[in-house]
């Protein structure tokens, strides 16, 4: 990504959150920006007021719940050689331990325990967040993350309910306000391992490194933003999106320099400020 486009992007993002009147540009006790705090309001309600409690609905949880376990159970068989590769080769460039896990947000504010092959070194701390050129990252851990390999170990998480194939990125604690409105609506769903925002997001870490604060850049600019992503997504989303986001995820995972996330904003018709 060249440095002109990640300055436009940065401008972009901070001139939608910060000059509107009303909206603020952090994740402060308030809640996120007025926009998010409308999307999730109205999710709210029409959650509420559409019978979220309906046989439909309780039919269409269980067809999906079936689905991800399903989904989860075929691609551990198949993947199985793959993951047992990767293992050793982490272990052959930094040692044990292979699987790395973090608490994490899940659906209602449950917190769960994530688990992911281990892309940094042994006993390193420091920041949650990870931006391009972070010297934690291993020689190996590099490579998983590019082709998002290391994300293969939460079919386990999926299998066992804590998460599902879409949904939004679980957050760590620090990151999550439960009182927000947004918030709300975000964590009334399960989390996946992809979503909208994550695969626009996709080059997040060089965008971060773009930062002189990384964190700071995270916190009030591209999380309201996927938060904002996350919620559009939410009020549209039916088993033909996922589909469509499933397949997307799996595409740029395997060929990650032909990613584009101006043409994944005009598939899903969202995000589009910034064609």
């Given at each position: 990504m ?5 300055k436009r992007?940065?401008?972009a ?5 910060s000059?509107?009147p ?35 609905s309780?039919?269409f949880?269980t067809?999906?719940r ?7 159970a075929s691609?551990?068989?198949l ?5 047992a590769?990767l ?8 040692g ?6 973090q ?6 504010g449950k917190?769960?325990r ?15 967040i ?45 990151y ?12 009334a ?16 870490e ?17 999380l ?18 996922d ?33």
């Open positions: 060249s440095q002109a486009r990640l992007m940065r401008k993002l901070l001139g939608r959150l000059h509107r009303g909206v603020e540009t952090s994740l402060d006790a308030a809640g996120t920006s007025a926009c998010a705090t409308k999307l999730a309001d109205r999710l709210a309600c029409a959650g509420r007021g559409a019978g979220s409690q309906s046989a439909a309780r039919l949880g067809l999906a079936c689905f991800d376990a399903a989904c989860a691609g551990l068989v993947v199985l050689p793959v993951l590769m293992a050793l080769v982490v272990l052959m460039d930094d044990p331990p292979v699987l790395f896990s608490t994490r947000v899940g659906k209602d917190p769960f994530i688990w992911k092959f281990r892309t940094m070194r042994a006993g390193s701390s420091g920041s949650a990870t931006a391009s050129g972070d010297a934690r990252v291993t020689r190996s851990g590099a490579v998983l993350r590019k082709f998002k390999l290391d994300e293969l170990p939460q079919l386990f998480n999926v299998l066992k309910g804590d998460m599902s194939l879409v949904g939004p990125r679980p957050e760590t604690p620090e999550v306000q439960p009182r927000a409105p947004a918030w709300q609506a975000v964590l769903v399960r989390p996946g391992i992809t979503d909208l925002a994550t695969l626009i997001y996709r080059d997040e060089e965008i971060l490194g773009a930062s002189a604060n990384a964190d700071v850049l995270y916190r009030e600019t591209v309201p933003e996927k938060l904002r992503l996350n919620l559009a997504y939410l009020r549209a989303r039916s088993f033909r999106q589909l469509r986001l499933i397949l997307l995820t799996v595409r740029y995972s395997l060929f990650p320099d032909s990613f584009d996330p101006n043409r994944v904003r005009r598939t899903f018709g969202i995000g589009l400020e910034y064609d």
